[in-house]
């Protein structure tokens, strides 16, 4: 019937390539090796000079007043929503489509996790949806900046204001996207990032959150470290012994390692945002003429960091579905993944009492997701071989 699915290596034909692209993947070089290093012998394994100078680069990369290096991204915003004051009994609104970290920072701090669709054409939160959610015991609202296109922040920031509410913007997808010409990172009062080896630049684990506030800054670099009101070189530098823990922190600290690591990635993030861009704008240019998937976009006014290529499929001129045209990609060794399972709808979350088909866009588009490899050091070939990848299996499939 279908003559074309023959050649599918999920039907015993050749695969595509012979090795599996993964969806995204991290650089390292003989510059970063060298300044880890460095960093291993210099004295300072962790709290010492290694991490402000990361600091200090980030903010500067971002043009943010402050940044605040802590060990992971979900660490950022266990941070930044406590630096925001978020407790218990507090209503926090959070978009559907999004990593569990996003919301999982409220429950740590015993907030209430209010759900809202994101908008069809960017999967970002939607900004009707959050204001009809806002009830008094609503404390704030996270913006998750999706695939690297940034939210829509002016409105976001507007309707915060008006209800007294603080904002966090989740941007583990968006180090180096813009929003109206300013760079993330400088455009709300607390802004989060991811350093995990998918992201834009790695520290093996990682994240980092930017302020422009003294004293948000102030807040997370104690609660990175227990709770206690000076750091470790702080009284070296003055030779005290004394301290004292004020609230209760965590141990989140970045080493000076992976600091090290920070900074020899930092140097080479605008290029490889580059090369995410050449990248996409061959998958645009291959990809537009099928009919069987749509492509994301992006907005007037604002610039994708383009962590992910997320593309969704049409079903309806399709004769398999999701799961299958998935395994149909991993067998031509093309590594798509899916981003993201809805997150009431895991079970964590089921058993909280959320249900499914409260929001219609997000649980629709979820079920046409698929995220193709995309990261700076994929080869011309690499490129060629999931768009090639793609053309085959969307025409063996195409009704
Ligand atoms: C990666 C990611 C995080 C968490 O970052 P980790 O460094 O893995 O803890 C949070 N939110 C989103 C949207 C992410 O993609």
New binding site residues.
């Given amino acids: 019937m279908e003559p074309m699915s023959h050649n599918l290596a999920i039907n015993g034909g050749t695969p595509v390539r012979n090795t599996l692209l993964p969806y995204g993947r991290q650089l390292i070089g003989e510059d970063d090796i060298s300044l880890v290093c460095e960093a291993l012998t210099s004295g300072w394994l962790t709290t010492g000079p290694k991490v402000e100078e990361f600091e200090k680069a980030f903010a500067s990369a971002v043009q943010a007043e402050y940044a605040v290096a802590v060990s992971?991204?979900?660490?950022?915003?266990h941070a930044a929503a406590f630096a925001a004051g978020i407790g218990p009994g507090d209503e926090v609104i959070v978009p559907v489509i999004?990593?569990a970290?996003?919301a999982n920072c409220v429950r740590y701090l015993g907030g209430n996790v209010v759900f809202v669709d994101v908008e069809p054409k960017t999967l970002n939160i939607d900004v009707t949806q959050v204001e009809r959610a806002i009830t008094p015991k609503t404390k704030a609202i996270i913006a998750?900046d999706?695939a690297g296109l940034p939210a829509e922040l002016e409105k976001i920031i507007a309707l915060a204001q008006t209800h007294r509410l603080r904002v966090i913007e989740?941007a583990?997808?968006a180090f180096g996207a813009t929003y109206q010409r300013r760079a993330v990172g400088s455009v709300t009062e607390l802004t989060?990032f991811?350093?995990?080896p998918?992201?834009h630049i790695t520290t093996g684990?990682?994240?980092m959150i930017t302020t422009s506030d003294p004293m948000l800054a102030q807040t997370m670099r104690r609660f990175r470290n227990h709770g206690i009101n000076s750091d470790f070189r702080a009284r070296e530098a003055t030779a005290s012994w004394f301290y004292e823990m004020v609230e209760l922190g965590y141990n989140y600290r970045l080493t000076d390692i992976q600091c090290a690591l920070g900074i020899a990635q930092l140097r080479k993030h605008s290029l490889w945002l580059k090369r995410r861009r050449e990248i996409v704008a061959c998958y645009h240019e291959a990809l537009s003429c099928c009919d069987t998937i749509e492509l994301p976009t992006e907005l007037p006014n604002r610039e994708s960091a383009w962590?992910l290529y997320p593309i969704r499929l049409n079903l309806e001129l399709l004769t398999a579905g999701r799961a299958q045209i998935f395994q149909a990609f991993r067998k031509e060794n093309i590594g798509v993944n899916v981003h993201y399972i809805p997150v009431p709808w895991h079970p964590y979350y089921e058993k909280l009492g959320y249900q499914k088909g409260a929001w219609p866009v997000g649980e629709s588009v979820y079920e046409r997701m698929l995220s193709l490899p995309l990261f700076p050091s994929m080869s011309e070939q690499d490129v060629a071989d999931v768009i090639e990848a793609c053309l085959k299996i969307m025409k063996a499939y195409r009704r």
């Fill in positions: 992971n991204g979900t660490a950022a915003l999004t990593f970290a996003s998750v999706f989740d583990a997808h989060t991811s350093l995990h998918v992201k684990e990682g994240g962590h």
